[in-house]
């Protein structure tokens, strides 16, 4: 099954900001909202940005999405230590009916 | 708090079965869809089947299509995977996960994961 397609990984030292990319197509990023999970080492994922840039209590305003065609992004500015962990985006497929992860980002800072 | 706690997990020969179990609480189980997501070791996260919240239907991956079901007992608050046919590939953390209404498949929850080895 098709997946949405993520850099494998990305970089920044701190207090620069980063962004990664999600690249999918027209029945999931298309046409359904992307949502963002971050997983830090050792531990399950976590919802980090979900329908249309909206974050849940306690998720920094450090971190954004935005959604372009049939790709998105996630942007972290300021980037902090704290912030090394593996990213996920994440889209329903309408097509498909099935619900798609993207490979993955491990974030590294430097 | 809103809590999701899966059990189950084990070690399971190739061709076998097992049950995982998610107990939900602190939340009002019914309105939520449910899915199980797992992770390979070292690998990324693949999403594997959802319910929804009455138990009207249900989505599968097609790595997992007719050998694993997704079932809920709404009057447990507890959902459920069924898995057969058990192959090396199924090795796994699988978490529960919650989808709350309207969410646009916004996984807000995570259980802690149970482990599936299936090795000889």
């Known amino acids: 099954q098709s997946v949405l397609t993520q850099p494998p990984s990305a970089s920044g030292t701190p207090g620069q900001r980063v962004a990664i990319s999600c690249s999918g197509s027209?029945?999931?990023?298309?046409?359904?909202?992307v949502n963002w999970y971050q997983q830090l080492p050792g531990a399950a994922p976590k919802l980090l940005i979900y329908n249309n840039n909206q974050r849940p209590s306690g998720v920094p305003d450090r971190f954004s999405d935005s959604k372009s065609g049939t790709s998105a992004s996630l942007a972290i500015s300021g980037l902090q230590p704290e912030d090394e962990a593996d990213y996920y985006c994440?889209?329903?497929?309408?097509?498909?009916?099935?619900?798609?992860f993207g490979g993955g980002t491990k974030l590294t800072v430097l | 708090q809103v809590q999701l706690v899966e059990s189950g997990g084990g070690v399971v020969q190739p061709g076998g079965s097992l049950r995982l179990s998610c107990a939900a609480s602190g939340f009002t189980f019914r309105t939520c869809a449910m899915h199980w997501v797992r992770q390979a070791p070292g690998k990324g996260l693949e999403w594997v089947a959802f319910i929804w919240f009455d138990g009207s239907n249900e989505y599968y991956a097609d790595s997992v299509k007719g050998r694993f079901t997704i079932s809920r007992d709404n009057s447990k608050d507890t959902a459920y995977l069924h898995m057969n046919s058990l192959r090396a590939e199924d090795t796994a953390t699988y978490y529960c996960?919650?989808?709350?209404?309207?969410?646009?498949?916004?996984?807000?929850?995570w259980g802690q994961g149970t482990r599936v080895t299936v090795s000889s």
């Open positions: 996960v919650r989808d709350p209404p309207y969410s646009g498949f916004a996984f807000d929850t």
């Open positions: 994440a889209a329903w497929d309408g097509s498909l009916s099935v619900v798609l």
């Open positions: 027209s029945s999931n990023i298309g046409r359904n909202t």
